[in-house]
């Protein structure tokens, strides 16, 4: 007695896994009916299968929309029948998206980051002032904290400093400025862990002596 096997590897590739082989040979069929009656009953009748095996695309917006070019795909887009919706392309569907540009870093110092250009940036555009002022000093602690962080030794303010200066563009330099930036080691400090909460041990049951009856 000979069994005739068939195994995954030696099937047809399903183009849509999700609704099995059986499907996928209902859509083959379907697509070999001669009479464009017979394929229109029978593409919405598959339609309705896929819709019922599917429950929670039913509160996806234009359900029926997405079930169709299921079934147009799944087809190979060979399928010809009367739809209220049009056949989807196929170029348009396997056409590759365009390449996305990988982001540069913003300099030679990649410690600091690119958020510390933009905010260099978005400081070069600020009014002379207080408030410029204060942020190119922020700007140059959270510098001087990215450096730490990378190298851990001290790091002499001029340092940063200079490379504040090469990243605007010799627009802003503080060499002259008398202001120094923040200690190393309140940069580098630590949170301090939150205090656990105290498990109160069981005290002992006290012992109650039972009077004796009279």
Same mark, same amino acid.
């Given at each position: 007695?000979?069994?005739?096997?068939?195994?995954?590897?030696?099937?047809?590739?399903?183009?849509?896994?999700?609704?099995?082989?059986?499907?996928?040979?209902?859509?083959?069929?379907?697509?070999?009916?001669?009479?464009?009656?017979?394929?229109?009953?029978?593409?919405?009748?598959?339609?309705?299968?896929?819709?019922?095996?599917?429950?929670?695309?039913?509160?996806?917006?234009?359900?029926?929309?997405?079930?169709?070019?299921?079934?147009?795909?799944?087809?190979?887009?060979?399928?010809?029948?009367?739809?209220?919706?049009?056949?989807?392309?196929?170029?348009?569907?396997?056409?590759?998206?365009?390449?996305?540009?990988?982001?540069?870093?913003?300099?030679?110092?990649?410690?600091?980051?690119?958020?510390?250009?933009?905010?260099?940036?978005?400081?070069?555009?600020?009014?002379?002032?207080?408030?410029?002022?204060?942020?190119?000093?922020?700007?140059?602690?959270?510098?001087?904290?990215?450096? *730490?962080?990378?190298? #851990?030794?001290?790091?002499?303010? =001029?340092?940063?400093? +200079? &490379?504040?200066?090469?990243?605007?563009?010799? /627009?802003?330099?503080?060499?002259?400025?008398?202001?120094?930036?923040?200690?190393?080691?309140? *940069?580098?400090?630590? #949170?301090?862990?939150?205090?656990? =909460?105290?498990?109160? +041990? &069981?005290?002992?049951?006290?012992?109650?002596? /039972?009077?004796?009856?009279?």
């Amino acid at each position: 007695m000979e069994l005739d096997l068939e195994y995954n590897s030696e099937r047809e590739h399903l183009i849509i896994p999700e609704y099995g082989r059986h499907i996928q040979k209902m859509i083959n069929h379907c697509v070999g009916l001669e009479d464009v009656n017979d394929r229109n009953k029978m593409a919405k009748a598959i339609v309705d299968v896929m819709g019922n095996l599917q429950p929670h695309l039913r509160d996806v917006p234009d359900f029926q929309h997405k079930l169709w070019d299921q079934l147009y795909i799944m087809s190979d887009y060979k399928l010809e029948v009367d739809s209220s919706f049009p056949k989807p392309e196929k170029e348009v569907l396997q056409a590759k998206p365009d390449r996305l540009p990988y982001p540069k870093s913003a300099s030679k110092y990649r410690f600091y980051g690119n958020n510390i250009q933009i905010m260099i940036d978005k400081a070069l555009t600020w009014d002379e002032g207080e408030m410029k002022d204060a942020l190119v000093y922020t700007i140059a602690n959270h510098m001087k904290k990215c450096y *730490l962080n990378w190298n #851990k030794d001290t790091v002499e303010d =001029k340092v940063i400093f +200079k &490379h504040l200066t090469e990243l605007s563009g010799g /627009k802003i330099n503080l060499d002259s400025e008398s202001e120094e930036l923040s200690e190393s080691r309140n *940069l580098l400090r630590k #949170k301090p862990n939150r205090p656990t =909460k105290s498990v109160h +041990k &069981h005290q002992p049951k006290k012992n109650y002596k /039972k009077k004796p009856r009279n």
